[in-house]
Nanobody, 118 residues
């Protein structure tokens, strides 16, 4: 059974930094696209970034230049480095393993709360 466990969330001041981690188990981690999404209170879940097995990366426009996604296949972990955070970054951040085939499922972690406030 695939499990994704996020960690690293918390309270951070505007302009600060935070690094989120997502540890995967029960999967061939290196074979999958991994992504980060977030959901702010009262809003729909939105895309943040993804990274392919080969290291190709895509960011949502609003996160470009501030957030960096990376992966360590030896540790089965994907990271999201968040810099220059703003209050609008406050959300629950979720890790996602994208399906490779239609016969597979996407998998999601339980989320980690990030709060940007003084």
């Amino acid at each position: 059974q695939v499990q994704l466990v996020e960690s690293g969330g918390g309270l951070v001041q505007p302009g600060g930094s935070l690094r989120l981690s997502c540890a995967a188990s029960g999967t061939i981690f290196s074979a999958y696209i991994m992504g980060w999404f977030r959901q702010a209170p009262g809003k729909e879940r939105e895309f943040v970034a993804y990274i392919s097995p080969g290291g190709s990366i895509k960011y949502a426009d609003s996160m470009k230049g501030r957030f960096t996604i990376s992966r360590d296949n030896a540790k089965n972990t994907v990271y999201l480095q968040m810099n220059s955070v703003i209050p609008e970054d406050t959300a629950i951040y979720y890790c996602r393993q994208y399906r490779r085939y239609t016969t597979e499922s996407d998998y999601w972690g339980q989320g980690t709360q990030v709060t940007v406030s003084l």
